[in-house]
């Protein structure tokens, strides 16, 4: 049987990001994917119009209907809206027996707040302790640690940060430095670095989301974190390369390009 992932995120109708994307990353490295919806969007790749967060309840129901009957082998989170889910997915993954990928998605590529203000302290204090990765690019990475977070020596501090607020893994994601797009990872006191030119186009729509389904992905296959990440970003890479060139605005990436050539988890 394939592997299992399981993807708790907002509804992204355009399908770029949020559990759209999550579900075409899974089933493109060979995970059968499944989905918790934790909010609903109506948008497309020229911005979000509305943002309506499910119940907690509904939420933490879901969650358990999936683990009673089809336990994932890893899990990520993406959007979570507000603290109410933020903290029914908190409590729930302390008990989970798998690793969690926390994606600590705060605003949309259009510049919409995707979590409420007083939920990102829910997020550093109940649910990032229960991360075996944490996910943040800059501006999220800034907005966790309280101080601005714009290069290498900057994303170095803020993962150092991180790690002593009770994350286990923390990858800072440089997409949006000035040069190449670097993302650094720090895993049990070392450093890894991974590499990528930057791209010059607008459809990026749905990066954060696809990465970390990706390295989610990797973790339900049982690879180690580190090549995992480093899997991930060639896919990603590759993705927004040949991007279909889709939408008025920021259109998404390609979710067909291929997983790494010669790996077993690719589909055939």
């Given at each position: 049987?394939?592997?299992?992932?399981?993807?708790?995120?907002?509804?992204?109708?355009?399908?770029?990001?949020?559990i759209?994307?999550?579900l075409?990353?899974?089933?493109?490295?060979?995970?059968?994917?499944?989905?918790?919806?934790?909010?609903?969007?109506?948008?497309n790749?020229?911005?979000?119009?509305?943002?309506?967060?499910?119940?907690?309840?509904?939420?933490?129901?879901?969650?358990?209907?999936?683990?009673?009957?089809?336990?994932?082998?890893?899990?990520?989170?993406?959007?979570?809206?507000?603290r109410?889910?933020?903290?029914?997915?908190?409590?729930?993954?302390?008990?989970?027996?798998?690793?969690l990928?926390?994606?600590?998605?705060?605003?949309?590529?259009?510049?919409?707040?995707?979590?409420?203000?007083?939920?990102?302290?829910?997020?550093?204090?109940?649910?990032?302790?229960r991360?075996?990765?944490?996910?943040?690019?800059?501006?999220?990475?800034?907005?966790?640690?309280?101080?601005?977070?714009?290069?290498?020596?900057?994303?170095?501090?803020?993962?150092?940060?991180?790690?002593?607020?009770?994350a286990?893994?923390?990858?800072?994601?440089?997409?949006?430095?000035?040069?190449d797009?670097?993302?650094l990872?720090?895993?049990?006191?070392?450093?890894?670095?991974?590499?990528?030119?930057?791209?010059?186009?607008?459809?990026?729509?749905?990066?954060g989301?696809?990465?970390?389904?990706?390295?989610?992905?990797?973790?339900?296959?049982?690879?180690?974190?580190?090549?995992?990440?480093?899997?991930?970003?060639?896919?990603?890479?590759?993705?927004?390369?040949?991007?279909?060139?889709?939408?008025?605005?920021s259109?998404?990436?390609?979710?067909?390009?291929?997983?790494?050539?010669?790996?077993?988890?690719?589909?055939?």
């Amino acid at each position: 049987m394939p592997p299992i992932a399981l993807s708790i995120a907002g509804s992204d109708p355009s399908g770029g990001a949020g559990i759209q994307a999550d579900l075409k990353t899974f089933h493109q490295f060979g995970v059968y994917g499944e989905a918790v919806i934790t909010l609903l969007t109506v948008q497309n790749t020229v911005g979000v119009r509305r943002v309506e967060c499910m119940a907690p309840e509904l939420v933490r129901e879901q969650i358990e209907a999936v683990l009673d009957d089809l336990p994932p082998a890893a899990a990520k989170t993406g959007a979570l809206g507000n603290r109410a889910v933020v903290e029914a997915v908190a409590e729930l993954a302390a008990g989970f027996a798998f690793p969690l990928v926390v994606d600590p998605v705060m605003i949309s590529k259009h510049g919409a707040p995707l979590i409420a203000e007083d939920a990102r302290e829910a997020l550093a204090r109940r649910l990032m302790p229960r991360a075996r990765l944490i996910t943040p690019n800059l501006a999220e990475a800034g907005a966790l640690t309280g101080f601005p977070v714009r290069n290498l020596a900057d994303m170095r501090r803020a993962a150092l940060r991180l790690r002593d607020m009770g994350a286990a893994a923390v990858l800072v994601k440089g997409g949006h430095l000035e040069d190449d797009a670097v993302d650094l990872l720090l895993e049990g006191g070392q450093w890894h670095e991974f590499s990528a030119p930057r791209i010059p186009t607008r459809h990026t729509h749905g990066t954060g989301c696809t990465y970390s389904a990706a390295i989610t992905a990797g973790l339900a296959a049982g690879r180690p974190l580190a090549e995992a990440v480093r899997r991930a970003k060639a896919f990603l890479s590759e993705a927004i390369r040949t991007n279909p060139g889709l939408g008025a605005g920021s259109g998404p990436v390609n979710h067909h390009a291929p997983a790494e050539a010669g790996d077993p988890a690719a589909p055939r």
